[in-house]
């Protein structure tokens, strides 16, 4: 395999290949994790401490997984004033099937009827929470590709979670990100580093085709996720400490600035982050253990493979990461904790609020490690540098702006009570896949600009048309921002032109 390190056989190729921009979406109504834990009659702080999750978004009859991608792609054209004619491949990772046949992507095709572009590749990726890594993987590829022809691809990620009444319904949420993927990029992903970790198991699955619900063991499925981050992690560390930029020390927590998880649950999360810690700890030489983890030396005797559910050494190392948790880790908590797991766009709704709590200049140069996680299982590891360019017109500057009202449009949303969720909850049990059916939730109560389901004729034909945007969206406001996403001529690349493959 030819290393990318080779500056020769970069010479050409496109350079700093990653995600230009980011949008998110998540519904406009929520319910409270402790109002649910009292209607639900579980003990207090279940929900709340035991998951940590305070809020959780979900959406009525009137959306589905193609409004929930219509409404993200919409708004990020718009944000980013790129034009529809310049993209040349679109993909969506979604596990939300609403149609065993008719891809989400071709319903987004919609939207670029009026710029006549019907020339892009891409297509609908399925397997869990991982579809949306594997949709960017795809994007980023075929940009380094031989197959680019100079245009940008976007992503989107969407699904809605929901779980039948029990233990895992408090883990639901909904929500969608589109990511502008495209050369001279502020999020670069990094060459040669990514690392996955892929296996046959029944951890989560959604067997019954007739139902949104999937069939869940939650022990196994927790096992399946530590494991995978596990294997991936030891996987790039591997990679990275054989690159030819590795310093003197190998790799561990301490060489990345962030740390963000696909995140199911939070608490979750922090376990995981303590779990990579603990991998650090058996990773580091014997005659070091004691200077750096004092007090956990009688831990050196543990095996990752018997320790997944090891409450002393959960507890030693949630204690000893505590301080590298919320500096690199909790910040991208903000969407998961206040919506839930979003599934395909968890760890990209982890990537946005944790650039939402950041400046440009305290982002700039810095390194982010990334764990994707869909049962089944599927899972990869991979890295994000962040550009140096922290100018007031960078598109690094643009992205963080784009993103500096997450916190806002979270606090703009509607609680609604958990008798009036449940009773959402049911509504959309019931009427599934039913056709003809004219939805009944109300419109009034989405987000300006958010596109919703007006009808499902008596050939399951889905129609939908859009609440009406106003001059506050926040989509709206980055006026100055289109002329920055245009395809300049030094990025674009005419089929002429093409590097040759090597
Ligand atoms: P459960 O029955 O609520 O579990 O199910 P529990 O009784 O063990 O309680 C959970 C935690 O709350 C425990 O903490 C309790 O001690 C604590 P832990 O011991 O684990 O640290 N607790 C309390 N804490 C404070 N105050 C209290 C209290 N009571 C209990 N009063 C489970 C939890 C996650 C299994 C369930 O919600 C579930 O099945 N969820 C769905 C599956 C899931 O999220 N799995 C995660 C990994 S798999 C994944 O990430 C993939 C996924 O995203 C799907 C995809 O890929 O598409 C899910």
């Not at 809605?160 to 992903?189: C, F, K, N, Q």
């Not at 959402?424 to 009034?444: I, N």
């Given at each position: 395999m030819p290393s990318f390190k080779n500056s020769a056989e970069c010479a050409g190729w496109p350079q700093d290949v990653g995600i230009l921009a980011l949008e998110v979406y998540f519904p406009s109504e929520y319910v409270d994790q402790t109002e649910l834990e009292v209607f639900d009659g579980v003990s207090q702080g279940k929900y709340t401490i035991g998951l940590g999750q305070t809020k959780m978004g979900f959406c009525s009859d009137r959306e589905d997984i193609n409004s929930l991608c219509l409404t993200v792609l919409s708004r990020l054209m718009e944000r980013t004033g790129v034009g529809y004619e310049n993209i040349g491949r679109l993909e969506v990772g979604t596990e939300t099937i609403i149609d065993k046949s008719k891809s989400v992507k071709s319903v987004l095709m919609q939207l670029f009827e009026d710029s006549g572009n019907t020339d892009i590749e891409g297509i609908d990726t399925t397997n869990a929470c991982y579809g949306g890594t594997a949709a960017l993987i795809n994007a980023i590829n075929w940009v380094e590709s031989s197959s680019w022809d100079g245009r940008y691809a976007v992503v989107v990620a969407?699904?809605?979670?929901?779980?039948?009444?029990?233990?895992?319904?408090?883990?639901?949420?909904?929500?969608?990100?589109?990511?502008?993927?495209?050369?001279?990029?502020?999020?670069?992903?990094?060459r040669g580093v990514r690392a996955s970790h892929m296996c046959h198991v029944y951890d989560f699955y959604k067997p019954d085709l007739s139902s949104e619900y999937p069939t869940v063991d939650g022990k196994l499925s927790i096992q399946c996720y530590l494991s995978a981050l596990d294997a991936c992690y030891q996987t790039f560390s591997r990679k990275c400490n054989a690159t030819k930029e590795a310093s003197s020390s190998p790799m561990s927590l301490e060489q990345l600035n962030a740390l963000l998880f696909h995140s199911p649950f939070c608490k979750l999360v922090q376990k995981s982050l303590a779990r990579l810690s603990f991998n650090d700890f058996l990773n580091t030489p014997a005659d070091q253990v004691a200077a750096k983890y004092p007090g956990l030396e009688a831990f050196r005797e543990k095996k990752l493979e018997d320790t997944y559910f090891d409450k002393d050494v959960e507890k030693a190392f949630m204690g000893y990461s505590l301080p590298i948790f919320q500096a690199k880790t909790k910040p991208s908590l903000l969407i998961a904790t206040e919506v839930g797991n979003m599934y395909t766009p968890s760890v990209y709704g982890g990537l946005a609020s944790y650039i939402s709590c950041n400046t440009a200049s305290s982002l700039a140069g810095k390194r982010i490690a990334l764990f994707s996680y869909g049962s089944g299982l599927a899972s990869t590891m991979f890295s994000l540098k962040i550009s140096d360019d922290d100018g007031p017109d960078s598109p690094l500057s643009q992205l963080v702006s784009s993103l500096s009202n997450l916190k806002a449009r979270l606090d703009?949303?509607?609680?609604?009570?958990?008798?009036?969720?449940?009773?959402?909850?049911?509504?959309?049990?019931?009427?599934?896949?039913?056709?003809?059916?004219?939805?009944?939730?109300?419109?009034?109560?989405?987000?300006p600009g958010t596109w919703y389901l007006t009808k499902v004729d008596d050939m399951h034909r889905r129609q939908y048309e859009r609440s009406p945007l106003t001059p506050t969206l926040p989509a709206m406001e980055v006026d100055g921002a289109a002329s920055n996403y245009l395809i300049k001529e030094s990025t674009s690349m005419s089929t002429e032109t093409l590097p040759q493959q090597v």
């Open positions: 969407g699904d809605i979670a929901v779980y039948a009444t029990g233990a895992a319904r408090p883990t639901g949420g909904a929500g969608a990100v589109a990511m502008l993927v495209g050369p001279h990029a502020p999020l670069i992903m990094e703009s949303r509607k609680k609604v009570s958990p008798a009036v969720f449940a009773e959402t909850m049911k509504l959309r049990q019931e009427t599934h896949h039913k056709a003809p059916y004219t939805p009944v939730g109300s419109v009034d109560t989405l987000f």
